[in-house]
T-cell receptor, first 109, second 115 residues
């Protein structure tokens, strides 16, 4: 089967750095997406990785290792507004997005 | 604002009711999706439409019936639902459902409660 694994919940401190991991097993691979979803709101796009390596976008970075079936999202200089769920999704051989259950990130002052 | 709107935002219905969810996208996309989101579970893809043609039906019960009259509008017709159908129903759109880069844009969802 196809599955995406990510931690259910993480807690971090304002101003700190947090890394959210995602491992995947899918039929084919056409890229990995990270989305952010605040409670009661729509998921919004954060990043896309299709080649190995690190993609940096401001305070957020995303890393991919295709050989290991692994990605992480790195959030720096955490702010209270970063409290949200972070969803990992992989585009498989049919270009269908396979989703993880999301990681709820709690930021404490 | 993501360019995808959904109505209603909240819906409470009995098991014998018939209701419809509406989604509209203002992004000029050609693909539209219905997802079900339950607490602590991955997003479940229900239906995909590409250029108004249904390309995916992920073994969804017949009490859910989609309709896509044009590339900008998508409906989900509901009838004789079960309490376990209570969830957040998300609509999304993308440029094309078969492209290698398939960023999807989501609406805010309809919170459905079946009594």
């Amino acid at each position: 089967g196809q599955n995406i694994d990510q931690p259910t919940e993480m807690t971090a401190t304002e101003g700190a750095i947090v890394q959210i991991n995602c491992t995947y097993q899918t039929s084919g691979f056409n890229g990995l997406f990270w989305y952010q979803q605040h409670a009661g709101e729509a998921p919004t796009f954060l990043s896309y990785n299709v080649l190995d390596g690190l993609e940096e976008k401001g305070r957020f970075s995303s890393f991919l290792s295709r050989s290991k079936g692994y990605s992480y999202l790195l959030l720096k200089e955490l702010q209270m507004k970063d409290s949200a769920s972070y969803l990992c999704a992989v585009s498989n051989s049919n270009y269908q997005l396979i989703w993880g259950a999301g990681t709820k990130l709690i930021i404490k002052p | 604002e993501t360019g995808v709107t959904q109505t209603p935002r909240h819906l409470v219905m009995g098991m014998t009711n018939k209701k419809s969810l509406k989604c509209e996208q203002h992004l000029g996309h050609n693909a539209m999706y219905w997802y079900k989101q339950s607490a602590k579970k991955p997003l479940e893809l229900m239906f995909v439409y590409n250029f108004k043609e249904q390309t995916e039906n992920n073994s969804v019960p017949s009490r859910f019936s989609p309709e896509c009259p044009n590339s900008s509008h998508l409906f989900l017709h509901l009838h004789t639902l079960q309490p376990e159908d209570s969830a957040l129903y998300l609509c999304a759109s993308s440029q094309d459902s078969s492209g290698i880069y398939n960023e999807q844009f989501f609406g805010p969802g309809t919170r459905l409660t079946v009594l």
